[in-house]
């Protein structure tokens, strides 16, 4: 599967669980929408991803990607320590100078 570059970065940083590379794939005021909450800026995306990390050790495996107009969609059976493990999660993302401007998770 063909990713763009700042997704694949996510799906590695996001599998070796490091939250400071994670982080940098967002752009310094993005948005993160997961489980009901806000995420705003890259620090508090660092510190949402770390908890998650944390909590879930979630890993993805990318199933699909999807390009429309302004929005990126990336499909992944995602795999942790959560309740219906694994489940079949999308990525639903804006990209913009190579970086995530936001990322909404939904089942």
């Not at 005021?29 to 510190?47: M, Q, S, Y």
Request: hydrophobic fraction near 35%; include cysteine.
């Amino acid at each position: 599967m063909n990713l763009p570059k700042v997704v694949a970065d996510l799906v590695e940083t996001q599998n070796s669980f490091d939250s400071v590379a994670y982080a940098n794939c967002f752009s310094e005021t993005a948005v993160v929408f997961d489980e009901g909450k806000t995420h705003n800026g890259k620090k508090e995306i660092e510190r949402w991803i770390a908890d998650s990390n944390e909590r879930y050790k979630a890993t993805i495996k990318p199933v699909g990607f999807e390009e429309k107009e302004t929005e990126s969609l990336l499909m992944a059976e995602t795999s942790g320590n959560f309740p219906g493990s694994p489940i079949v999660l999308t990525y639903h993302m804006e990209i913009a100078d190579g970086l995530i401007q936001s990322l909404k998770v939904t089942g």
